[in-house]
């Protein structure tokens, strides 16, 4: 038996109606409730799922449609029910507010009376009306994220067009991420800032992305979602295309990752050419593709999100240390190694990237020896004949390092610092100083950048955080992996390109919101200190298209 009964003029989010029908349905007079909006969609919804009574007919899109499914007779049932609705969307009108009160507004004048500022419109109401609401906020000089699905892909076209030609930005429809400015938009993650901008068709990869970069000790400048189709042929990438633009005008933003699913093909191209034009390291990951090629210039290629997370987490940290360190374009590359593997695999990491052969004949320790770039093992027998090794003592790397100050043309110095039982008491001290009389020998003209990795742990006696430090307030370059120590030499050496002049978007610079639709997501960006209004949006004209066409003629 289905008893029923209508809500008039009392417009929610379908998202509040759905978590409400759940909460309602565990009444143990009831076998389950559904609660919608009377829209022409949702009324064919419930005669689909047997939920249609015929009371429903008058109900308009401003309505709220109860029904409830039950073995009981009593009528007073339905009366209980409405009580308890009466309830829960008072208890939705109180939320979140706190100690201070959400600004509410229940038209757009008046939400951007509230508000002046707001450069974004969070759009979360009905899909058919969705695409309307956006047009306005185009037109209002506002971004619009689009949490609403079933909007039209011609809608979909016209808002990203007109977005691009104002230097706006859609993200969505069905865009269920984003977190711009430090402003959680959505489904969002508390990470912290840093230098790292993400972009992505696809909410979850952002979220995934954002927690395994926050855990390999980077911070994000950016996420902004793009919506699931926009990398489709119908599409053609405008979003992403919008979205590369602004983070490359982001001084923020040093390196980008951009996650999707397989693009149409012509799109791909398209966004691979962009990307490549930004100037800045670009991590992409089609999902559910293998890279045929791993890096090509700027852009490196991912297999997985874990992958891509440590890609962009590296080259994060590059581009900070880098930043430290004196660019020395056509310089050579100097590697003295007190540990022959850490040579090894480091002479094969920049031959890979020089294009050059490594030394396969190892005479006096040498694993790379070409085009005047070499890498030295000083723990070979050369050097260790009546000498102790140099993780023990030293000297004979000293003297290399010294001779240095003659070698001009060596503009970096990579280096390893090994701790452990056995090994030197303090080696960054000793190598900090011997550095320090390089760089002075050397001067001004023929600077000197160094770069080390500390092989070790924390419960070492030498103290891996005390060797950091140390190296560091010398100046020199602290890398936490060899391949990342060998990006930065060969990122250092690179010719530099001029920047390209960019304006930086100021939706970039802060964020302000009118939020139309869900309530909850209102209530997160006050928690975040966020500007916000909620703006209560209901259907014009009750949802009556040709009178609500009327009124706008009138206006």
Known sequence: MIHAFIKKGSFQDSVSLMLISRKLSDSPKVDEISVMMGTPANKSLLEVTGF?????SDATPNDICVAIKTDSADDAIAEEIGAALDTALKAIALGGQGGKKLLKARSWRTARQKLPDANLVLISIAGEYAAELADRALDDGCNVMMFSDNVSIEHEVALKTKASEKGLIVMGPDCGTACIAGAPLAFANVAPGGAIGIIGASGTGIQELISQITLAGQGISHA????????????????AISALRMLAADPQSLVLAFVSKPPAPAV??????????????????????????????????????????????????????????????GGKIAG??????????CAMLLAEKLRLPIDSEHTRGSMLAADGHRIIDM???FYTQGRPHPMIDPAARNHEIA???????VGVLLLDVVIGFGAQEDPATLLAAEVAKVREKRGHTHPLAVIATVTGTERDPQQRSRQITTLQDAGIAVMPSLPAAAVLAHQLISPVLPPVERVRPALLSGVSVINAGLHSFASDLQTSEIPVVHYQWAPVAGGNHRLANILKKLK
């Open 52 to 56: 249609w009574h015929p009371e429903f």
């Open 224 to 239: 902004i979602g793009l919506g699931g189709r926009d990398l489709t042929a119908e599409i053609g990438g405008i979003s």
């Open 268 to 329: 791909r191209k398209t966004v691979i050419e962009e990307m490549k034009a930004l100037g800045k390291p670009v991590v992409a990951l089609f999902l559910g593709t293998k890279a045929e090629v791993r890096q090509d210039g700027n852009l490196y290629f991912a297999d997985s999100l874990d992958e891509a997370a440590r890609l962009a987490a590296m080259l994060g940290n590059v581009q900070q240390q880098g930043a430290q360190q004196p660019a020395v374009p």
């Open 336 to 345: 003295l190694y007190a540990g022959g593997t850490l040579a090894a695999e």
């Open 379 to 381: 723990g070979d027998d």
């Open 403 to 409: 001779r240095l100050a003659q070698q001009p043309e």
